[in-house]
Nanobody, 125 residues
């Protein structure tokens, strides 16, 4: 089992920045991929960014909608993954979820077994 706790959501004006954090505990080592997803009411959950906790797995992967604005990073010593969100837009408004799974870096919800409770991000114009 892996437990995930997100924090850092909030309200910000367009153009602003927020940093989300996700602390993992439990059986984290075999569950090597960490991702951020987001969801708005009535729409499917969308993959935003993914990173592997194993260095050999390569660079993070981003959705086209956030490339150049969002950065995912990890602190292995703290079992924490971050999502730095810059140049935020109103369309970034959503509940953001942290997810953990095993295998290749993926932005599909099918790859993830463990989910956090979500944190709301609201961007006003």
């Amino acid at each position: 089992q892996v437990q995930l706790v997100e924090s850092g959501g909030g309200s910000v004006q367009a153009g602003g920045s927020l940093r989300l954090s996700c602390v993992a505990s439990g059986n984290t080592k075999p569950n090597n991929i960490r991702a951020w997803f987001r969801q708005v009411p009535g729409k499917e959950r969308e993959g935003v960014a993914v990173v592997s906790t194993w260095t050999v797995d390569g660079s993070p992967v981003y959705a086209d909608s956030v490339k150049g604005r969002f950065t995912i990073s990890r602190d292995s010593a703290r079992n924490t993954v971050y999502l730095q969100m810059n140049s935020l837009k109103p369309e970034d408004t959503a509940v953001y979820y942290c997810a953990a799974g095993a295998g290749s870096r993926s932005l599909s919800t099918w790859s993830y077994k463990y989910w956090g409770q979500g944190t709301q991000v609201t961007v006003s114009s």
